[in-house]
């Protein structure tokens, strides 16, 4: 399965505290994504890096992308308590159209 | 922003009662799925449709499951006799041309299967 998993399952910070999010894959990937989901609501997409980037920015994201260790990162900086969600990593694999597999997600509590 | 919608946002049914559920993608996108979250789990892959086929899907849609796109702007997903363990928050999604592009995900049906 090339599905992504992230750790750490939850994580809970102080606002303005930067918070890091890991996820790891198993199989060859086209391009990595990040999703933010707020409580009871859809997936809205954060980032996207592609198989040969190796960091990535975005305001305040940063993700960077390890395909040798199968691991990517998500990095909010400066958190606010409007970051409060779970968030998914979600990895595109290199053959054919497959659909995107999400991992189990980490769930970030930013508390004010 | 387009938005992809889905309605209903809540559907409650009966063990062995069939459910459509319905969705309009945005409105210049090709590429349509279905995934579905129970609740705190995993979002997980239900179907991807393509040219008015269906191009992927996953073990969990198995003959009880089957996807339309009727009129070329909805896009429904029926649930033909359903169990108590397809209850869960079932989510549309659409993408644009181009395989590397970023999924647009609708709100949500949250469907709770008696």
């Known amino acids: 399965s090339q599905q992504g998993e992230e750790d750490p399952q939850a994580l809970s910070i102080q606002e303005g505290e930067n918070a890091t999010m890991n996820c790891s894959y198993k199989?060859?990937?086209?391009?990595l994504q990040w999703y933010r989901q707020n409580s009871g609501r859809g997936l809205v997409h954060l980032i996207l890096?592609?198989?040969?980037?190796r960091e990535k920015h975005s305001g305040r994201l940063r993700v960077t992308l390890d395909t040798s260790k199968k691991s990517s990162s998500l990095l909010i900086t400066a958190s606010r308590a409007a970051d409060t969600a779970s968030y998914f990593c979600?990895?595109?694999?290199?053959?054919?159209?497959?659909?995107?597999?999400f991992g189990k997600g980490t769930r970030l509590s930013v508390i004010a | 922003e387009p938005e992809v919608t889905q309605t209903p946002s809540h559907q409650v049914t009966q063990m062995g009662q069939e459910v459509i559920l319905r969705c309009v993608p945005i409105?210049?996108?090709?590429?349509f799925y279905w995934y579905r979250q129970i609740l705190g789990q995993k979002v997980e892959f239900l179907v991807s449709?393509?040219?008015?086929?269906?191009?992927?899907k996953s073990e969990i849609f198995d003959d009880q499951f089957s996807v339309e796109r009727p009129d070329g702007s909805n896009f429904t997903l029926k649930i033909r006799s359903t169990k108590l363990e397809d209850s869960a928050m079932y989510f549309c999604?659409?993408?644009?041309?181009?395989?590397?592009?970023?999924?647009?995900f609708g709100s949500g049906t949250q469907l709770s299967v008696l």
């Open positions: 999604a659409s993408k644009g041309q181009g395989l590397v592009e970023k999924l647009f």
């Open positions: 199989t060859s990937i086209n391009n």
């Open positions: 890096i592609r198989s040969n980037e």
């Open positions: 979600a990895t595109d694999a290199v053959s054919g159209n497959t659909p995107l597999v």
């Open positions: 409105s210049n996108h090709l590429y």
């Open positions: 449709f393509y040219n008015n086929e269906i191009s992927e």
